[in-house]
């Protein structure tokens, strides 16, 4: 079975249809952002009614996600008959045809560790030749990976190079991503950004700012 978890933030709208839309193909783990008393929210009660308790962690600290996803690994590699991680944001989905495409090519290949697949990028469903996407390890196996907890940072490897594939960009995840919580999401993370993290969020915003209006879509104002 494979089991199939994300980190989600305390409030996150999205929570509950990321997980009727993945239940019924693995077993769905949750780290939620925030203490035990999360589940007498309205959120945490409509979560526990699409998927087991027991499988729902509340965790500290509220804020950036990126260690988060160590524990995830980690509480996934210890549950049995697990067949590996599908490890997703909430804005993360897949259409049946490439579900069947990559479960049947990763089941092909049991000693590989690290899968990366193509995230295809939609932004209020608008697709930009220019902004297609990217490459993220979805698929995971035992803790092969790191994350350092640096914004806008590939994990680092902690396995052998030749346990590490890219799967075809005929097989992606939709990345469906709201313009206003996108734009957002970059200006909160400017709080506690690094110089670095600052100039790769603004130079994004700029870029997509660039596609949507030269597709003549309206620019939304959010506020800080």
């Known amino acids: 079975m494979f089991i199939i978890g994300c980190v989600a933030g305390p409030q996150d709208d999205e929570l509950l249809n990321w997980a009727e839309h993945w239940k ?12 035990p008393e999360w589940f007498n929210t309205d959120l945490g009660k409509k979560l526990c009614k ?26 996934a590699a210890n549950l049995p008959d697990n067949e590996g991680l599908i490890k997703l944001d909430t804005d993360e989905y897949m259409t049946d045809d490439h579900w069947q495409k990559l479960t049947d090519l990763v089941t ?25 996407g990217d490459y993220q ?43 206003q919580r996108t734009i957002a999401s970059n200006k909160q993370r400017d709080s506690f950004a690094d110089a670095y993290g600052a100039r790769i969020q603004t130079t994004f915003l700029d ?6 209006l030269a597709k003549g879509l309206e620019w939304p104002e959010v506020a800080e």
């Not at 019924?24 to 203490?35: A, H």
């Not at 699409?50 to 690994?73: A, Q, R, S, W």
């Open 108 to 132: 092909a290949r049991p000693g590989v560790q690290v899968f990366w697949v193509f995230r295809k990028d939609l932004f209020d469903g608008h697709f930009f030749e220019n902004m297609p």
């Open 24 to 35: 019924d193909r693995g077993r769905l783990l949750v780290i939620v952002q925030g203490t």
């Open 50 to 75: 699409i998927m087991p308790i027991d499988d729902i962690y509340p965790m500290l600290p509220v804020g950036f996600p990126e260690l988060h996803k160590n524990t995830l690994m980690a509480i």
């Open 207 to 212: 870029k997509l700012k660039t596609a949507w």
């Open 137 to 179: 390890p979805i698929i995971i196996r035992g803790i092969p990976i790191r994350y350092t907890g640096r914004m806008h940072a590939f994990p680092l490897p902690e396995c052998p190079i030749d346990t590490i594939r890219y799967l075809p960009d005929v097989i992606h995840i939709e990345h469906r991503r709201s313009i």
